[in-house]
């Protein structure tokens, strides 16, 4: 991951950068599993992602 992504922040402090790109990781990751755990339809085949319970406007009503 360390050549592929470039963080873009508003310092120039480098700790910091490396912080929110540490942070953003960390986010993407926990998206990530989110999706995985709570989301996916139990089938045979690939795993594939139930889209429609990811909507927030169903969800809420």
Not at 36 to 59: A, M
Request: aromatic share 14%.
């Amino acid at each position: 991951m360390r050549n592929i992504v470039k963080p873009r922040t508003s310092t120039k402090d480098a700790t910091f950068r490396y912080f929110f790109t540490i942070i953003s990781f960390l986010l993407r990751n926990l998206w990530l599993y989110l999706q995985k755990k709570h989301f996916i339809i139990v089938k045979p085949g690939p795993i594939t992602i139930d889209e429609e319970c990811l909507k927030c406007s169903d969800n809420l009503t």
